[in-house]
């Protein structure tokens, strides 16, 4: 693949729940190089109004890490596109500017909002509609919750990662791998469900326009935009929602393979060129989200290694501070378990007494519970990562009926990707060759778009091509990445 002429750098934003990156394409000797600039720390805040993200400390982080990309590309960088988690927004007032700190999707103001928007359209009706899989923490939800609570009806409201895209100076709309994970989208189109909104009283009018991946932005603007490295920087959206960024990171082509998106959550699913909204992927709650280049991303959300962090963080607070590492030293010397868990409980969704939960359901499934002595807890770690590698297999099991692929791969793409344990047991189970990525595939995929954009690849109907984005994905994986931290070089 041909650099851009200019050869000036590129920034990616990803904004994870627990973790944040800035990170900066350069090129050396014509090849594209990515360095992770800066990371910090991210986490919901529980007050009297709620579980809720301080976005004011979120995007100091992201202008830190600018500041930083401006001092590394004297060159100049050519573009920034930003990418995270999906379903959380922001309110806005009449002026533009944030109403209150976001709600976080583990708030539990959407129990009810799910009950009673169900009252109005039914699972299956919903699912004919957008085609997404039933999760309490979808945008619908969340904002039903709002009209629930009598707030936020008329105002405008936009998605988190096109937020901070917007507070950079950019136009305020939805990236269309994001829309549609708000479940207020017609399946198979780039168009808000009218249909949904009437149904369940939400107005359309408050829900920003949908573009496609790698549409532009605007350019610059603010105090960022009078450092010298940033006077001709645009904006861009690229798919804006991060698994959609990972999978377009994975440098495949074929029908033999799937991806397993493994970090807070792991998505695990296969990529389609339509919707399949069949009764059984109904039945089954599987989801059909957006991808680069109107592909359809069909997969379904497993609890990840969230599980995991909140049992260590309830063991740090009782003094038995564990590392990932460690754990899985010990776990790789243990045999199987002799009872599993069932990861997407209902229960074990909600964050708190974590341990608690796990005990309580293994011993109404007739299974020994954990004891609070420390060599306790690599079992309980090695039920966690036996488990999860039991409802992966399941889960691909269903995604090659559902579709009637023959699977022979499985890429590994995020932060879990690296976890040569649970790797492992992934393998066993499934009996598919499992290829780990790149830990830092959002980013990957985020810069991937961007450049695809940069080659005037792009129309407003389809956005960027996904083959196109395939192409510069694999550029980037041959050549690999520095990290920052370590410095470590692939």
């Known amino acids: 693949m041909e650099p851009p002429a200019n050869r000036e750098a590129l920034a990616a934003i990803d904004l994870g729940a627990q973790s944040c990156r800035v990170s900066l394409l350069h090129w050396k000797q014509g090849v594209p190089r990515i360095e992770v600039i800066h990371r910090f720390a991210n986490a919901p805040v529980s007050s009297s109004e709620g579980l809720r993200w301080d976005i004011e400390k979120i995007f100091e982080g992201v202008k830190v890490g600018l500041r930083l990309c401006a001092a590394a590309a004297p060159e100049g960088i050519a573009t920034i596109g930003v990418d995270g988690w999906a379903v959380d927004y922001v309110r806005l007032a009449s002026d533009g500017s944030c109403v209150a700190n976001p ?33 309490r923490l979808n945008t619908l939800y969340q904002l039903y919750a709002d009209k629930l609570a009598g707030s936020g009806q008329a105002e405008r409201w936009i998605n988190l990662p096109e937020y901070i895209t917007y507070r950079l100076g950019g136009r305020r709309a939805a990236e269309y791998t994001n829309a549609t994970h708000t479940g207020l989208v017609r399946i198979g189109a780039h168009e808000w469900c009218e249909e949904i909104f009437h149904e369940l009283g939400l107005d359309v009018r408050s829900a920003p326009e949908i573009v496609p991946s790698g549409s532009p932005a605007g350019a610059m603007r603010g105090d960022l935009s009078d450092l010298s490295s940033f006077r001709k920087t645009q904006l861009i959206f690229p798919a804006c929602h991060d698994t959609a960024s990972a999978i377009a990171a994975i440098p495949a082509t074929g029908e033999d393979w799937a991806f397993i998106s493994s970090g807070t959550w792991s998505l695990v699913g296969t990529v389609l060129d339509s919707p399949c909204v069949n009764e059984d992927a109904q039945k089954l709650n599987f989801t059909n989200l957006g991808g680069v280049g109107k592909q359809i991303c069909f997969l379904k959300n497993v609890n990840g290694m969230w599980l995991l962090r909140q049992c260590m963080d309830e063991w740090g607070q009782r003094g038995r501070v564990w590392s990932v590492k460690e754990l899985l030293r010990q776990c790789a010397s243990l045999p199987a378990p002799h009872g599993l868990i069932d990861v997407d409980e209902r229960e074990l969704m909600l964050p708190g007494n974590m341990v608690g939960k ?21 079992l309980m770690a090695n039920t966690i990562f036996h488990s999860l590698a039991a409802r992966y297999a399941e889960v691909l099991a269903s995604i090659a009926a559902l579709t009637k692929k023959k699977l022979k791969r499985l890429f590994i793409v995020g932060g879990g990707g690296q976890n040569t344990f649970l790797n492992g047991l992934t393998a066993e189970r499934t009996g598919l060759e499992v290829i780990p990525g790149s830990t830092e595939s959002s980013t990957v995929g985020n810069f991937a778009v961007q450049l695809a954009a940069l080659q005037g690849d792009w129309n407003p109907s389809t956005g960027v091509s996904s083959s196109v984005v395939a192409k510069w994905a694999e550029e980037m994986s041959v050549h690999g990445m520095v990290l920052s931290g370590d410095r470590e070089t692939n």
């Open 358 to 378: 796990i005990n309580a359901q293994l011993k109404r499934a007739g299974h020994r519970s954990f004891g609070r002595d420390d060599s306790e807890i690599p």
């Open 103 to 135: 709600f976080c999707y583990r708030d539990e103001r959407t129990e009810k909002a799910e009950e009673q928007v169900h009252q109005i359209l039914s699972p299956a009706r919903l699912y004919s509609l957008n085609g997404i899989q039933i999760l």
